[in-house]
């Protein structure tokens, strides 16, 4: 059974640091790409930072430029997402996902992981 867990996520003072991690296990297929997403209370769910395949430099938020950055390990069994100078706005449930052949919609989700910024 194909399964993403997220982890990592906790309640951070503004400036402060955390590390996502996301664990894909039963993932047959031979191609795909995992992305990170989040979803505050009243708005709209957006992408923070995308995988794409081969060596195509990864996609992020204007909002989390510079702040975040996504990597996985070399067998894609696990992505990550570092988060520094973290801010308020920060504050929302963060869940990875996995797009079957890095085309189209994202397939598969994670259950998410509350990440909490206070000022």
């Known amino acids: 059974q194909v399964q993403l867990v997220e982890s990592g996520g906790g309640s951070v003072q503004a400036g402060g640091s955390l590390r996502l991690s996301c664990a894909v296990s039963g993932y047959t297929y031979s191609t795909y790409c995992l992305g990170w997403f989040r979803q505050a209370p009243g708005r709209e769910r957006e992408g923070v930072a995308l995988m794409h395949r081969d060596d195509r430099t990864p996609d992020y938020a204007d909002s989390v430029k510079d702040r975040f950055t996504i990597s996985q390990d070399s067998a894609k069994s696990t992505l990550y997402l570092q988060m520094t100078t973290l801010k308020p706005e920060d504050t929302a449930m963060y869940y990875c996902?996995?797009?079957?052949?890095?085309?189209?919609?994202?397939?598969?989700w994670g259950q998410g992981t509350q990440v909490t910024v206070s000022s």
């Open positions: 996902a996995a797009q079957l052949g890095c085309v189209g919609q994202y397939d598969l």
